[in-house]
T-cell receptor, first 111, second 118 residues
Framework: QKEVEQNSGPLSVPEGAIASLNCTYS??????FFWYRQYSGKSPELIMS????GDKEDGRFTAQLNKASQYVSLLIRDSQPSDSATYLC???????????FGTGTKLQVIP | EAGVAQSPRYKIIEKRQSVAFWCNPI?????LYWYQQILGQGPKLLIQ????????DSQLPKDRFSAERLKGVDSTLKIQPAKLEDSAVYLC????????????????FGQGTRLTVV
């Protein structure tokens, strides 16, 4: 079982819709959870971090964490074509803060 | 605040040659990571430093890859000899060290070095 799993996509949504990205992880003692956005040919850019169960909102982005079910999700409201990118889920765990990434979900927002 | 600096941005070498990448992390960041990202995949951790000590190198192909972080600041990653399958983007990232048992630190990435082995 992979440590961090994501559906590779592509996930296609129309402009203005809600995009829902999901991630599951295997290490129950994972401590921190991150969503990175990566445009083609660019390096990952941190967009959200979440540490406790529940929802965390930042503008059009909402991260949701459920530690009991070992999943973390990212909702993007009012999706824009500029949101088209690969979204990477990352988990921080262990005493030495190891950060492990999923393979990423490619999002396409159709104008 | 300056970000993570990497060089070179691009490198093309022939197989069996050697290559080195350099990374300067964000000032004050104790943790430094080297990731390998093959096209279409997520970043794979190669090695992680805490100050100048290695805390995880379980996925580093040690027969050909080496890395060091002298003085706990800059780091270099070397490949010798390179293989075709080493073609990838090599990403350096850094993060602060958590305190009080709360590891709420985020990793910030440099622009990466795109290596092509021909």
């Amino acid at each position: 079982q992979k440590e961090v799993e994501q559906n590779s996509g592509p996930l296609s949504v129309p402009e203005g819709a809600i995009a829902s990205l999901n991630c599951t992880y295997s290490d129950r003692v994972s401590q921190s959870f991150f969503w990175y956005r990566q445009y083609s040919g660019k390096s990952p850019e941190l967009i959200m971090s979440i540490y406790s169960n529940g929802d965390k909102e930042d503008g059009r982005f909402t991260a949701q964490l459920n530690k009991a079910s070992q999943y973390v999700s990212l909702l993007i409201r009012d999706s824009q074509p500029s949101d088209s990118a690969t979204y990477l889920c990352a988990i921080l765990s262990g005493g030495y803060q190891k950060v492990t990434f999923g393979t990423g979900t490619k999002l396409q927002v159709i104008p | 605040e300056a970000g993570v600096a990497q060089s070179p941005r691009y490198k093309i070498i022939e197989k069996r040659q050697s290559v080195a990448f350099w990374c300067n992390p964000i000032s004050g960041h104790a943790t430094l990571y080297w990731y390998q990202q093959i096209l279409g995949q997520g970043p794979k951790l190669l090695i992680q430093f805490q100050n100048n000590g290695v805390v995880d190198d379980s996925q580093l192909p040690k027969d050909r890859f080496s890395a060091e972080r002298l003085k706990g600041v800059d780091s270099t990653l070397k490949i010798q000899p390179a293989k075709l399958e080493d073609s990838a983007v090599y990403l350096c990232a850094s993060s602060r060290t958590g305190t009080g048992g709360r590891w709420n630190t985020e990793a910030f990435f440099g622009q990466g070095t795109r290596l092509t082995v021909v």
